[in-house]
């Protein structure tokens, strides 16, 4: 069976390293053929982004450049409505076939799981990677909801060995970054280097991007 393939979906409004270095991590710690950079067209679970479609998929381009194993993967803006995560691994596995898949998700997005549009297939169609910080403890069976218990992988191997329905824990380095804290300190005209790749800022500079604007 083909290596696996990571999924990291988000609005990235704006992309940084925050997305980036774990994406990076998860890559080389699961032996991953790449990890699909996918921006959201709609998010169905949080405000609209204030930057435009446009933008966003460009500043992940360019985010991206020169990266190995990190691809943007358009497919959310191309298909348009809400950015269901479920339309989208559906996509994927119509490419992909019996390709493992590996959704790439934080903490709180696995623990607010089953509030997700369609939830219950998620797990058809992929793998679930868990990023935690160093220290986290893998919880007993018993912590996890009764649909988890029975898919935890013990090693990344084991990813490698079904298309889906795994579960994960990654550890991966924190980043005390967020994109809230980057567009404030856009609007108020802090520097913000260090959060985010160059070009990235430069493109967010040039463009005007979060000046002025409520965040």
Known sequence: MSKPLGILGGTFDPIHYGHLRPAQEVLRALDLAEVRIIPAANPPHRRPPLATVEQRLRMAELAVSGIPGLRVD???IRRGGPSYTVLTLESLRQEFGERPLCLLLGLDAFEGIETWHQWQRLPDLAHFV??????????????????ARDRLARAPGDLAQARAGKIYF??????????????????????????????VYEYLRANRIYLNREN
Do not use: H, K, N
């Not at 868990?130 to 649909?147: D, K, Q, Y």
């Open 170 to 199: 990654q550890t991966v380095t924190p980043q005390d970054i967020s994109a809230t804290r980057i567009r404030e300190a856009i609007a108020r005209g802090e520097p913000v280097d260090g959060l985010l790749p160059p070009a």
């Open 74 to 76: 358009d497919r959310e």
């Open 130 to 147: 868990v990023m935690t910080r160093p220290g986290w403890i893998f919880p007993a069976g018993e912590a996890l909801p009764s649909w």
